[in-house]
C-alpha cells in the first residue's frame, strides 16, 4: 500500500499571496487549509519518498509530523520545487553534537535535472557543498532507467519540456502516475494508461469553467508556456485512470475551494470520473 500526503498544493504562487488582499487570500490567512496552499511537495509514506522541496518544506514536514526521509525526487529546477534545499542542512545535522555525525538523504535526480542543477539558481553549488558535509548524497538516474527505494519502483518520465519529469511508482501490481508540474505540450504514452492513480497539475484557466468567460488575454506569454485546465482534461482523457488527483492549484485563478468541489462534480458526472483537487494535508492510499 503507497500513502500519500499532499504536503503542499499551490503553484508557483501560494495562497495566500503576500500583500494580496482579495476574498481568496483573506479567507486562507482566517482558516488555513484547505483554503491556505504552500508550495508544490508530496510525500510518499511507506518507502518515505519526498518530491520537491518548495520553501516551505521545513514547516510542511512538521506540520505533517514527518521526521524520516528514504529519499528525495527532484522533478525540475524551478524555485518553487527547489529552494526549501536547505532543508537537508537544517534536518540532517544536529549541530549541538560533536563530533558531528549527520543523518545523510540520498538526492535522485534525473539525467536532465542533474545537467540543468548545473546551471540554475546554484543549486549543484550548493548540493555539492552538504554533499561534502553529508548531509545529502546525489545519486543521478539515466533516461530510462528506474530505481528501487524501499520496495518501490520509481521511472523517470521525461515531458515533452526538455526540462521536467513526471514519476512512475510501482508497487504490487499498483501503478501511480504523479506529474509536479510542466504538461505544456505533452501527450502520455499508451503504456501510461489505467494507472491507479493519476496526480497531475491543474493547469490554469484561460476559461472560466462554468461560463466559458475568457480570463486570460489571448496574448498573455503564459499560454505559451503553460497548460491550460482544458489541456489538462485532454491529457487525463488520454491517461484513463482509475482515479485522478489535481493539485499545483495558483493563487492567481481566484479558484475557491467551494468553485474546486463544483468543478469535480460536474466531471464526475460528466465524464464518470473518480476526481479530487487536492488540499494541503490531504491524505489518500493506493491499496
Known amino acids: 500500500m503507497m500513502k500519500i500526503e499532499f504536503l ?17 487570500c483573506e479567507r486562507a490567512r482566517r482558516y488555513g487549509p484547505p483554503h491556505a496552499r504552500m508550495g508544490p511537495s508530496l510525500f510518499v509514506h511507506g518507502p518515505d519518498i519526498l518530491i520537491d522541496t518548495p520553501e516551505e518544506i521545513r514547516l510542511q514536514l512538521n506540520r505533517a509530523g514527518i521526521d524520516h526521509i528514504a529519499a528525495c525526487l527532484y522533478s525540475h529546477w524551478h524555485p518553487d520545487h527547489t529552494m526549501g534545499r536547505r532543508v537537508w542542512e537544517t534536518m540532517n545535522m544536529d549541530f549541538r553534537q ?32 552538504m554533499q561534502r558535509h553529508g548531509t545529502v548524497e546525489l545519486r543521478i538516474i539515466p533516461d530510462g532507467e528506474s530505481v528501487t527505494i524501499n ?12 526540462y521536467v519529469y513526471a514519476f512512475l511508482l510501482e508497487q504490487n501490481g499498483r501503478r501511480v502516475f504523479i506529474a509536479m ?67 499545483h492549484i495558483e493563487e492567481p485563478d481566484g479558484n475557491t475551494v467551494e468553485d474546486l468541489a463544483r468543478i469535480a462534480q460536474v466531471l464526475r458526472d460528466r465524464e464518470g470520473w473518480d476526481v479530487t483537487f487536492a488540499f494541503d494535508t490531504m491524505v489518500v492510499t493506493v491499496e
Do not use: N
Open 181 to 247: 508540474d510542466e504538461l505544456v505540450g505533452w501527450s502520455p504514452a499508451e503504456e501510461l494508461r489505467g494507472c491507479d492513480l493519476a496526480i497531475v497539475p491543474t493547469g490554469i484557466f484561460e476559461f472560466d469553467f462554468f461560463t466559458g468567460e475568457r480570463r486570460i488575454p489571448v496574448d498573455h506569454p503564459v499560454l505559451k508556456s503553460e497548460a491550460t485546465f482544458r489541456q489538462t482534461l485532454e491529457m487525463v482523457h488520454q491517461l484513463a485512470p482509475r482515479r485522478v488527483i489535481f493539485t
Open 151 to 162: 520496495g518501490v519502483r520509481v521511472t523517470p518520465i521525461p515531458l515533452a519540456a526538455a
Open 8 to 24: 503542499g498544493t499551490a503553484g508557483a504562487i501560494p495562497t495566500p499571496r503576500p500583500g494580496c488582499h482579495c476574498e481568496l
Open 98 to 129: 560533536w563530533p558531528r555525525q549527520p543523518r545523510c538523504t540520498p538526492i535522485y535526480l534525473p539525467e536532465r535535472v542533474a545537467a540543468d542543477f548545473k546551471v540554475w539558481l546554484g543549486l549543484d553549488e550548493h548540493f555539492s557543498y
